[in-house]
């Protein structure tokens, strides 16, 4: 296995400039896990809030019932034990659900999960528990609903499931038919190349669906098959045994939601101060919390004493808000700037793994986190990689392209390998074949010109019918080039859609399920003993065993 590093391109980030442990910008978030002792001082800050936390036994017992629902691995349920454990810590990570696994990226994301944990409990010598937090509570449905895979015909196919009629409700709350799933497998299933792992794939997929989950648990299952033999624990953020457990934090947020807003507003001056763009403005009057409602999940503004949404379906005193979390817990939820904050008072977050634009709102996050007396933890970027298959490897070396050529420059070096397949030199003759025609066809302009004036713009017309044709000519010509190296310039174009495909990043855009199919189990399993890299930053990845 090689693993290479890329260099991002936008230096300039905010992700970018912490990964690289910039110390302006490491300073919105408290530590960097590069900083000598920042993961002993988290741990020892962890330690002694425990107090101020949520019963930790009580929150095993709730992810102990939901891993239940998953299928059984006995390393999880070893880090169920760890959990309990006096000293147990964990590292977090989490994502919006993805239909069949989703993007490559969640893949990535849980991967660096677990890597971050298992160095954590080496450097501290106790317990570090994986917990891949599922964002069930959103309610964008079309952000989960679907996968990307390469088709037989190779072209980019879109799976879907369309979001039932009415109110848009959490992901986890939207109910699913056995038709819905059915029409998602056979989707999958005409659309992926013919494999000899494709029926264990379709089979293991039909498995996880076969009781009609909602779109969320089968994502659970899917992600516990990838990892439960790594020890990761899968938890819902709109688990109803977790939201009773929540209630003291969500009347903390109610009851002081005006210095969360200012809190917020101060987090967001000190990145423009910076110099920095905001990920997302913070809305004024935002309560930064949601009501699970009849009428979906509905975001909540303070207005003239009230809690209300923008539609006019409810509005609710602040007594009456601080009546839900001991009343009806699971009515309520976060928003993606007060999660964070849920989540450290859930759990002993030592680490938590984030991808660019989640590092980019968590910078606003550090007076928050103060304003409610707990402290960041150490942030992680997430592992991102690139994989050249084997196939895509060789057209490379076939055109003396580097990876990063092909990645950053590919149109560019695509166009210029055609022009040196012009034997002929056209581009050179239609050059001078426009020159020469200017310099006969001058004289003559002046001649008639001079002649009679008005006769100059109907030869100006003249002369630009010339050269337009003279155009058309040279791109009939360069067409015929192309054609006759039709079956390269297709090679060139499988280069682009394997590592930039849609012009997106490849985990971005393609399935874990796409590689899957292609190169089975073992592909996913060897994604484990890829070096660790604390900061993170994208990587090449080729030369698997398997392959």
């Known amino acids: 296995m090689k693993i290479s590093s890329l260099i991002d391109s936008n230096h300039s980030s905010l992700a970018e400039r912490y990964r690289l442990g910039d110390s302006e910008v490491s300073e919105l978030f408290g530590k960097h896990p590069s900083q000598s002792g920042a993961w002993e001082q988290r741990a020892a800050r962890l330690d002694d809030s425990s107090s101020s936390r949520a019963s930790l036994s009580r929150v095993a017992k709730a992810l102990r019932d939901y891993q239940a629902k998953l299928p059984y691995y006995a390393e999880a349920q070893r880090s169920l034990e ?3 454990h006096p000293d147990g810590l964990v590292v977090v990570g989490g994502q919006q659900a993805g239909l069949f696994g989703g993007a490559l990226l969640i893949y990535y994301k849980a991967l660096s999960v677990i890597q971050t944990a298992r160095d954590a409990e080496r450097r501290l010598g106790r317990p570090v528990v994986p917990i891949f937090w599922i964002a069930g509570e959103d309610h964008d449905f079309e952000e ?5 895979v390469q088709s037989a015909e190779s072209g980019i196919r879109r799976i879907r499931i369309d ?3 009415g109110p848009r409700h959490a992901v986890s709350r939207t109910s699913l038919s056995s038709g819905q799933w059915d029409s998602a497998l056979q989707e999958l299933a005409s659309q992926l190349p013919d494999s000899e792992f494709k029926p264990d794939l379709l089979e293991r997929l039909q498995s996880h669906v076969a009781d009609t989950p909602s779109l969320s648990l089968a994502f659970a299952r899917l992600l516990a098959d990838w990892f439960g033999s790594q020890g990761l624990l899968l938890l819902d953020a709109d688990d109803p045994n977790l939201r ?3 209630a003291p934090m969500f009347r903390e947020l109610i009851h002081r939601n005006d210095e969360l807003e200012a809190a917020l507003k101060a987090g967001e001056g000190r990145v423009l101060n910076l110099g920095f763009k905001l990920q997302a403005e913070t809305a004024r009057g935002s309560a ?4 699970h409602h009849e009428q979906g999940r509905l975001l909540l503004h303070k207005e003239q004493g009230s809690f209300a949404d923008r539609k006019g379906n409810v509005a609710l005193t602040r007594e009456q808000m601080l009546e839900l979390p001991e009343r009806s817990p699971d009515s309520l939820s976060t928003n993606a700037l007060t999660r964070p904050l849920m989540q450290d008072y859930l759990l002993p977050v030592l ?5 660019p634009s989640e590092l980019a709102y968590w910078g606003i996050l550090g007076p928050a986190f103060s304003e409610f007396g707990l402290s960041m933890p150490l942030l992680i970027p997430r592992q991102s990689f690139t994989f050249l298959e084997p196939s895509i490897i060789k057209l490379l070396d076939k055109y003396s392209l580097t990876a990063e050529q092909a990645i950053s420059g590919w149109s560019a070096r695509k166009e210029e390998w055609l022009c040196e397949q012009d034997e002929w030199n056209l581009e050179e003759q239609f050059q001078l074949a426009r020159k020469q025609f200017a310099d006969l066809y001058a004289p003559i302009m002046n001649t008639v010109s001079s002649l009679q004036p008005g006769l100059a713009k109907l030869a100006e017309t003249n002369r630009d019918k010339i050269l337009e044709q003279m155009a058309y000519l040279e791109s009939r010509s360069k067409d015929a080039i192309a054609k006759q190296n039709d079956a390269s310039l297709r090679q060139w174009d499988r280069i682009h859609q394997s590592l930039t495909p849609l012009d997106k990043a490849q985990e971005r855009v393609y399935g874990t399920v796409h590689f899957w199919n292609r190169y089975g189990r073992d592909w996913l399993a060897q994604w484990v003993g890829v070096p ?9 990845a080729e030369g698997f065993t398997t392959l």
């Open 288 to 291: 930064n919390l949601f009501l």
């Open 163 to 165: 979001r039932p009629e």
């Open 82 to 84: 760890k959990l309990e």
């Open 144 to 148: 989960a609903n679907h996968v990307n």
């Open 532 to 540: 660790y890299e604390v900061a993170g930053g994208h990587r090449l």
């Open 351 to 355: 680490a938590a793994v984030l991808g």
């Open 244 to 246: 009773a457990l929540e």
